[in-house]
């Protein structure tokens, strides 16, 4: 099996649970793209890649009773199997899918593709989708035209380190015509609303490298995201925050 980034598997080791309880759920719409973009259906074949404790999956066990997760990290496999007890997940990266040749129709990732987005990872993806089979990427973007949602990017960004991140664009680099052709957009408004403990504080220390954090930086982080839920007109005494994102979709189309 491949090695898994340091940040990835210590954040995600140690903050399973908040990871689970903080990160932002998708836009119901998103059940529509699913069926009518990627064309899962009740005989589809799905895998879930990266499904780690299972946010994702909630969109897909309505749709398919054909569905497999792959996930490497052991506590978010055992969050997942306390969510969804009758779907099977296995361990596994994008680089050694323990799956057979051709056998799945369409292969998702939620807010996974950017930790495994290499040539490896995407000869693999092909080699375990059908001909004609279908990949679906999926992330949850922060509205940072927000002021408030800019300023904890500014907190966390300098602890990014060589982590991988969605932002950077990197995770287009394996889509140069040999496996895929290039991702089509699709785009959904998304508002993740709860108390500043779910929405800000859990999510974000449940970020990757701010999990792996030695515990004097991440209380400096811990600090900085308080003093801004207690002093922002925005999030000053609400009971209720509504945190924006929009749902970018992308569906990658097998070449044979």
């Given at each position: 099996?491949?090695?898994i980034h340091k940040a990835a598997q210590l954040g995600f080791s140690t903050q399973a649970g908040a990871y689970s309880q903080g990160r932002p759920d998708y836009?119901?719409?998103l059940g529509t793209w699913l069926q009518h973009t990627l064309g899962i259906d009740a005989q589809s074949s799905v895998v879930d890649l990266g499904a780690g404790t299972g946010k994702f999956t909630r969109l897909l066990t309505p749709l398919t009773a054909h569905l497999t997760a792959v996930e490497p990290v052991e506590p978010m496999r055992q969050?997942?199997?306390?969510?969804?007890?009758?779907?099977?997940i296995v361990c596994g990266t994008a680089e050694s899918l323990p799956l057979e040749d051709a056998t799945a129709d369409v292969l998702?990732?939620?807010?996974?593709?950017h930790w495994f987005a290499n040539d490896a990872a995407v000869a693999e993806i092909h080699r375990v989708l059908k001909p004609g089979g279908r990949l679906g990427l999926i992330w949850n973007v922060r509205d940072e035209s927000v002021d408030w949602v800019a300023q904890i990017t500014r907190i966390?960004?300098?602890y990014e380190g060589d982590t991988p991140r969605f932002h950077t664009g990197d995770w287009r680099l394996p889509f140069d015509g040999r496996y895929f052709a290039q991702p089509e957009l699709?785009?959904?408004n998304y508002t993740h609303s709860g108390d500043?403990?779910?929405v800000i504080m859990n999510r974000f220390l449940s970020v990757s490298f701010i999990a792996a954090l030695p515990q004097?930086?991440?209380a400096v982080v811990t600090k900085q995201l308080r003093d801004l839920i207690q002093t922002h007109p925005a999030l000053r005494d609400r009971q209720t925050v509504e945190f924006p994102y929009q749902t970018q979709a992308y569906l990658c189309r097998r070449l044979d």
């Open positions: 099996m491949s090695v836009p119901d719409e969050e997942f199997a306390k969510r969804f007890p009758d779907t099977p998702v990732c939620a807010q996974a593709f966390i960004t300098p699709t785009c959904l500043a403990e779910t004097a930086e991440k």
